[in-house]
């Protein structure tokens, strides 16, 4: 019973301390690119690179800002404040001055949108990706 | 090709975009992106006016906006807004095509792109003007009124033509350029601030208005630096009630801009400059006259939680950098135009409180010394403006 009561506690501290999950950059599995710079991952999710080197559209899903792995991903992936992404995205979808990622609900639906879109880049906590989606490594 | 040819190529083609937006199926990319937001402020001032007889308390202070994008294709995109702004006597809040433009992406890459954009064309001066109008998006209740006038706000906001915009990327920096010509919207505003009253004749756009914009940052966006220049003439054709005879303005508005983001900090400052020439206006005071408006601000800003945000920011302009006291023009005038009118220093500090990531509630403090950044539509009597006046601010925003 206590050896029981241990693991339970154990478990719930792990449950507790863990971080939001490691965000993970994941792109649709015709993406060639294996790993990426963490400039090329800045330019990417702050719509300034709209092409993949063989030609297809980037095509950016995001989590709503408020999503603990949202702010995971953009401080830890990318180095920025997610405050700081929010303001290219205003400035281009209020000025028409450029692209603005398409906002997903939920981790199963960046999940599934990722799988089905070509060109597809988006971010799910470690251990996730699957099928048609793909890990790709900051470096 | 005239700007009214192409707004009627681009309207039609961004209303059928709105129209079309429910019918387009979801998860596709050639859906239509719907936004929009709204602010409506409340202001209370010492004295003087400001958006309204303030003095009572004002609401007549109200933007609203609708946008809509898609991609047209791979490498074209297109995007339009409309936007309602009621600022008291200034703007009535009639409902104008903010913007409605086709970006062409002619090539991306790691290193590099390069595009042309075509249309209504938010110009992109300072670090600010581009989305002004947008309360979530601004450093304060309004943009900063030394450099960003509101009283001239439609003469540098937009322009009716074509621009190019480039970038190079790189670990130490990115680096943009954006070149634009166009013609540039004036209005009656415009007109009470360059001729100094509303006249019968035709106040209107003399030629293409220049823009264009250097941009440096620091790849994780900590530090931000632009220089950026709009290049506009009017000219006057006289009414035959009007005193003035016919004429022209000339100016060029430049902003130094810089700001940097050090953990929850915000550092921001920018410097503007604009010579103005007159020519013609025979018989008024405006014959061959001279200025050059000077203006400059510093703000720092606190992310006290992820939802609340605190500034401070001092600022002050100037209508001519030759007469910063203003004491000459009072003299030229006999009194009729006093010496506080040609200058304004502010004090502010405001809080922001994101109450979600839709609702956002602002308030702020200003204290005023002197009035140039008053309009004089909404206090037509220079002399009977109150030099040393306090504003309060509060304001609601919406987005979805």
């Known amino acids: ?139 | 090709m005239s700007s009214s040819r192409i707004f009627r190529v681009l309207l039609p083609g961004l209303a059928l975009m709105c129209c079309c937006s429910s019918l387009v199926s979801a998860g596709g990319f050639d859906e239509v992106e719907v936004h929009g937001f709204a602010t409506q402020g409340f202001i209370k001032t010492s004295a003087n006016s400001f958006f309204g007889d303030s003095e009572d308390g004002s609401f007549e202070f109200t933007e609203l906006g609708v946008n809509a994008s898609m991609d047209a294709t791979e490498d074209i995109r297109l995007s339009g807004q409309l936007l309602s702004r009621r600022a008291g006597e200034m703007y009535s809040g009639t409902p104008s095509i903010d913007f409605a433009l086709a970006d062409f992406t002619v090539r991306s890459t790691e290193n590099d792109n390069f595009g042309i954009m075509l249309g209504r064309i938010k110009n992109p001066l300072g670090l600010f003007n581009e989305t002004r109008d947008v309360a979530f998006t601004r450093p304060g209740f309004l943009v900063p009124q030394v450099v960003y006038y509101d009283k001239v706000r439609n003469l540098i906001l937009s322009a009716d033509g074509l621009a190019a915009r480039m970038s190079t990327f790189s670990e130490l920096a990115n680096v943009s350029l954006y070149l634009a010509a166009g013609q540039p919207l004036t209005d009656e505003n415009v007109e009470y601030v360059y001729l100094g009253s509303g006249y019968e004749g035709d106040f209107s756009p003399d030629g293409l208005s220049y823009i264009g914009r250097v941009l440096v940052e620091k790849p994780d966006g900590t530090v931000r630096a632009s220089l950026s220049i709009a290049s506009t003439s009017m000219k006057f054709e006289r009414g035959a009630s009007d005193p003035i005879g016919n004429g022209g303005v000339s100016l060029v508005y430049g902003i130094g801009s810089l700001q940097c983001v050090v953990n929850d900090w915000t550092f921001t400052s920018e410097y503007m400059q604009e010579p103005i020439e007159w020519r013609g206006f025979v018989g008024s005071p405006l014959a061959g006259k001279e200025a050059t408006g000077e203006s400059y601000y510093f703000q720092a800003a606190w992310q006290a939680r992820t939802d609340v945000e605190v500034m401070i920011r001092y600022g002050e302009g100037y209508a001519d950098r030759a007469d910063h006291s203003g004491v000459r023009i009072e003299q030229a005038t006999g009194g009729a135009i006093p010496a506080h009118t040609q200058y304004s220093k502010i004090a502010t500090a405001g809080i922001r409180w994101d109450v979600s990531s839709q609702l956002m509630v602002r308030a702020e403090y200003q204290r005023h010394n002197g009035t140039l950044i008053l309009s004089n539509r909404e206090n037509p009597v220079p002399a009977a403006t109150v030099p040393d006046w306090d504003m309060f601010a509060l304001s609601v925003s919406y987005r979805f």
């Open chain 1, 1 to 139: 019973m206590i050896r029981y009561f241990r693991s339970l506690s154990l478990l719930l501290i792990a449950v507790l301390v863990a971080p939001a999950g490691a965000a993970q950059i994941v792109v649709h599995h015709d993406v060639a690119r294996q790993a990426l710079t963490l400039n090329v991952a800045r330019l990417i999710f702050t719509m300034r690179l709209l092409h993949w080197p063989d030609g297809t559209r980037v095509r950016v899903f995001v989590l709503p800002d408020a999503d603990p792995l949202h702010q995971e991903f953009a401080k830890r992936s990318l180095d920025l404040y997610p405050r700081q992404l929010r303001r290219v995205w205003d400035r281009h979808l209020f000025s028409g001055a450029g692209a603005i990622p398409v906002e997903v609900s939920s981790v199963e639906e960046m999940l599934r949108r990722v799988a089905e879109t070509p060109g597809a880049v988006g971010y799910l906590p470690d251990g996730l990706a699957r099928g048609e989606v793909r890990v790709v490594n900051v470096q």
